[in-house]
């Protein structure tokens, strides 16, 4: 297995040119901040984004935990990549990752000054030290339980990654650790969002209550209604509660582990 380095300060742009340096040099797998990417799915470790604090981070990123040095390496040795790109901030600590993980020598070292202009990390910067935004080269789907509510945005690029035919996918994120705090959701936001998804359903008449439970992880909402006469009312809430759903999470980037409607009255 070849082993790759890319280096660079932190917020110059590493993980949002992960995906086009491998695309260009063929490499087919990424270690970056604690996670093995393998064919752009992450297949093993934990987001040092997930982190509370910076110094927990770091201590996430350059696999200090056993559990987590093993569950990565052992997926590595499973899956028996012919390359592999590892992601730090200086050599020491990409030397550092690949001892731990116990990959050998590393081929070849990719500094970010090399493949990217000044321009394009002071971009990077502003993005990461200004309004808190970090990149994890893979797609939202992937990481979108790990990082409910610290989920900004999915972006696309369509190119091929590794041996991969499909479309490679970067995400955007809002770290744990951000300075710019936590989110709050509150029942009226919800509300909102129910109220204009019921007014394209036909066969709703009115949202009686609705209610949120208290962890914002994962949302449990309840919303109780009123339907017409004459309608299916089992299969009107069937269509209102999917819609509801897939409007809450994709207008709030939370998962929503449950949605219940209960149909109070029929009018």
């Known amino acids: 297995m070849k082993v790759y380095a890319l280096v660079g300060k932190s917020g110059t742009g590493k993980s949002f040119q992960a995906i086009n340096l491998c695309q260009k040099m063929?490499?087919?797998?990424?270690?970056?901040?604690?996670?093995?990417?393998?064919?752009?799915?992450?297949?093993?470790?934990?987001?040092?984004?997930r982190e509370a604090t910076k110094i927990g981070a770091v201590k996430r990123a350059i696999f200090t935990k056993e559990d987590h040095r093993i569950d990565v390496s052992k997926k590595i040795q499973e899956l028996r990549p012919e390359s592999i790109l590892l992601i730090g901030t200086s050599d020491a600590m990409v030397d550092k990752i690949a001892a731990k993980l116990e990959l050998g020598e590393i081929h070849q070292r990719v500094y970010i000054e090399d493949i990217t202009s000044e321009a394009d990390r002071k971009l990077a910067h502003k993005y990461r030290h200004q309004m808190g935004q970090h990149i994890?080269?893979?797609?939202?789907?992937?990481?979108?339980?790990?990082?409910?509510?610290?989920?900004?945005?999915?972006?696309?690029?369509?190119k091929s990654f590794g041996e991969s035919k499909?479309?490679?996918?970067?995400?955007?994120?809002?770290?744990?650790?951000?300075?710019?705090?936590?989110?709050?959701?509150?029942?009226?936001?919800?509300?909102d969002i129910v109220r204009c998804t019921a007014a394209d359903v036909d066969g709703v008449?009115?949202?009686?209550?609705?209610?949120?439970?208290?962890?914002?992880?994962?949302?449990?909402?309840?919303?109780?209604?009123?339907?017409?006469?004459?309608?299916?009312?089992?299969?009107?809430?069937?269509?209102?509660?999917?819609?509801?759903?897939?409007?809450?999470?994709?207008?709030?980037?939370?998962?929503?582990?449950?949605?219940d409607v209960e149909i109070r009255k029929v009018v």
């Open 166 to 191: 499909g479309i490679g996918e970067k995400s955007l994120v809002r770290p744990t650790y951000s300075y710019m705090g936590n989110f709050i959701i509150s029942d009226r936001v919800i509300g």
């Open 205 to 259: 008449v009115e949202i009686i209550k609705i209610s949120t439970g208290d962890n914002i992880e994962e949302l449990e909402v309840t919303v109780s209604l009123s339907m017409k006469k004459g309608y299916n009312v089992i299969e009107i809430g069937r269509v209102f509660q999917d819609k509801s759903l897939k409007m809450i999470e994709e207008m709030t980037a939370f998962n929503v582990k449950s949605l």
């Open 26 to 49: 063929g490499i087919e797998s990424i270690v970056d901040d604690g996670l093995f990417i393998y064919k752009s799915k992450a297949v093993a470790g934990k987001s040092a984004k």
């Open 136 to 158: 994890i080269p893979v797609s939202a789907m992937q990481i979108k339980r790990d990082f409910s509510g610290y989920l900004l945005s999915p972006m696309r690029l369509f």
